[in-house]
């Protein structure tokens, strides 16, 4: 089992930038791969970034392409995402996600959820 918090969600204004954490808990979290998605109101949770468990490896939305950047800490047990140049459609709940093997896309794919951490940015 692996347990997952996510923090730093806040009220920004477009341009801004924003860090989330996510500390995890559990089973090795060298063992995983990491991934953010976020889920927007009426909307279907989406992919927003990955990383492979040595951190060497990551993989990107393009909506968020060049403004966000995904890195982990294997040894504080924790997975951040900086969100640079934020804008209104950025406004969603995040979720850090966890599974073995491969980075994926499709969240049916990951074992492990986090309670979510709001972001919300203004015009």
């Known amino acids: 089992q692996v347990q997952l918090v996510e923090s730093g969600g806040g009220l920004v204004q477009a341009g801004d930038s924003l860090r989330l954490s996510c500390a995890a808990s559990g089973r090795a979290f060298s063992n995983y791969v990491m991934a953010w998605f976020r889920q927007a109101p009426g909307k279907e949770r989406e992919f927003v970034a990955g990383i492979n468990w040595r951190g060497v490896s990551t993989y990107y939305a393009d909506s968020v392409k060049g403004r966000f950047t995904i890195s982990r800490d294997n040894a504080k047990n924790t997975v951040y995402l900086q969100m640079n140049s934020l804008k209104p459609e950025d406004t969603a709940v995040y979720y850090c996600?966890?599974?073995?093997?491969?980075?994926?896309?499709?969240?049916?794919?990951?074992?492990?959820w986090g309670q979510g951490t709001q972001v919300t940015v203004s015009s």
């Open positions: 996600a966890a599974r073995r093997l491969a980075i994926e896309v499709s969240h049916p794919q990951y074992d492990y």
